[in-house]
């Protein structure tokens, strides 16, 4: 196919056509990012032959340059090649859609049971496993993000950094201007500013409205860089350090929500944006936190060929990497002192680590397992 979308406008055919593909692929797309490439790849490139692998892969490429849900963004992408304008709005959001639907039944079922002791068990044995998904992806994106003694440098300051107290924003622009520095790109002058920058990202709000809510998320949609994992640092900072709108639980049970249905994990914002604000919270979050990823995709592709040949742009993103993958790091250090309570909690834990680099068991099989173990008694009932 053209590597450029029609300028005809896209006919009802191809629109559905797009609506269909992307809705089914919503719906089956469990396991992160990496399992839904590999079903995006099968599914346009194999089976229907909309673009070449090579194509494919550019697409890959052009949306991890850019912040946001990577899957998301190919998807987008994907939509925008095949039918133009009105194809990236209804391929994005058939793919998000499913996995938001069924994120706001869970809140829902969440906020009514949560708190009954039968389901708080559950909860309570569904956390240790979380803990031990977030650090298996950790482990497993390490080669990727740290290729050099330059980026693990990068990658424990950052973590020493956000210790101290700095904010995810301040650490993750600090890398990309380190990795510059280093490569003989940037003066080290300009990381002072970022250094003693205050921590966090916002001062606490007085209360939780839609508008505020929609900001919050459009903030931390455009910043996530890397792994959709790192989102979990941003939303502490934001959330619950910052903002105080939320509780280390819960927050650990808005991942666990997100890695149990398929999808984008960025849906974890509509699990918490109905606990805030109910099903008009859920819709806000979801679109604040996702029309960051449109706008990317929108303005990025003329700009991407000359990104990947910046020498510059390259030292930044790969700080940015290493600093990401530091982020995610800490989230496992923090979510662990709250998940991890006794005995049965760090077994439970380490033997999902186990089971998850032995096997190739989905992680959302892990997480019924936990909740089973949970019922029974094992996590921090």
Excluded at 249 to 257: E, M, R, S
């Amino acid at each position: 196919m053209s590597d450029e979308p029609s300028r005809a406008a896209p006919g009802p055919r191809v629109l559905g056509e797009l609506l269909r593909v992307f809705l089914r692929l919503g719906l089956v797309s469990f396991g992160g990012p990496a399992a839904h490439l590999a079903l995006m790849e099968e599914e346009l490139v194999r089976r229907r032959r909309w673009l070449t692998h090579e194509r494919f892969m550019d697409l890959v490429s052009a949306a991890n340059l850019v912040p946001g849900p990577n899957s998301t963004e190919v998807a987008i992408h994907v939509g925008w090649l095949r039918g133009g304008w009105p194809g990236l709005v209804v391929a994005g959001c058939a793919f998000i859609l499913p996995a938001a639907v069924l994120v706001s039944v869970l809140a829902v079922v969440y906020v009514r049971y949560g708190s009954v002791p039968a389901a708080r068990g559950m909860l309570g044995g569904i956390e240790p496993v979380v803990v031990a998904i977030v650090a298996h992806a950790a482990w497993k994106l390490a080669r990727a993000a740290i290729r050099s003694p330059s980026q693990a440098a990068v990658a424990v300051l950052t973590i020493v950094a956000v210790l101290g107290g700095a904010g995810p924003l301040s650490v993750l622009i600090a890398a990309g201007l380190l990795g510059m520095m280093l490569r003989g790109r940037a003066r080290p002058t300009t990381l002072v500013p970022l250094l003693v920058a205050p921590p966090g990202l916002a001062a606490p709000a007085a209360g939780i409205g839609l508008m505020p809510l929609f900001l919050v998320f459009v903030k931390i949609g455009s910043l996530i860089y890397g792994s959709g994992y790192v989102l979990l640092a941003f939303l502490r900072s934001e959330l619950v350090e910052a903002r105080g709108w939320l509780d280390s639980t819960q927050l650990i049970d808005a991942v666990a929500v997100g890695q149990l249905t398929p999808g984008p994990l960025f849906t974890t914002a509509t699990f918490i944006g109905y606990l805030l604000a109910g099903l008009p919270g859920a819709v806000v979050a979801t679109v604040g936190i996702f029309l960051p990823a449109f706008v990317f995709v929108a303005v990025s592709g003329p700009l991407v060929p000359r990104l990947r040949r910046s020498a510059s742009a390259s030292a930044f993103l790969d700080g940015v990497n290493a600093a990401s993958w530091a982020l995610i790091v800490v989230v496992v250090g923090e979510l662990g002192r709250e998940a991890i309570v006794d005995l049965p909690t760090l077994v439970l834990t380490l033997g999902t680590a186990v089971g998850l680099v032995t096997t190739r068991i989905n992680s959302a099989w892990w997480i019924a397992a936990g909740a089973l173990l949970g019922w029974l008694g094992v996590g921090n009932t």
